[in-house]
């Protein structure tokens, strides 16, 4: 994981009060798979409070801000690296 990836883990951990193990954010390659791990962490924690929907606008809003990209290039199937330029 480069410097980018780590500042966006650390920011949807502070957001979202998870934690995304090392092992588990090396294996999260694209926007989707994000998206799913939060959601369901929040489930198994019964603190889904916000919708699915809640939930991908706020991913979508801290992938802007950390990556820089536009958020029309934030989808679900977009990865990291090779789509959003995360190193």
Do not use: K, W
């Not at 009060?17 to 924690?45: K, N, S």
């Amino acid at each position: 994981m480069g410097l980018d990836t780590v500042e966006l883990v650390i920011a949807v951990e502070e957001r979202f009060a998870i934690e995304i193990p090392d092992r588990t954010a090396a294996q999260i390659a694209t926007v989707g798979q994000l998206h799913q791990f939060v959601v369901a962490q929040l489930r198994d924690r019964g603190s889904l409070e916000l919708t699915s929907d809640d939930i991908y606008s706020i991913l979508t809003d801290l992938i802007c801000h950390q990556l820089g990209v536009r958020r029309e290039d934030v989808r679900p199937d977009a990865h990291f690296v090779n789509d959003l330029g995360a190193d």
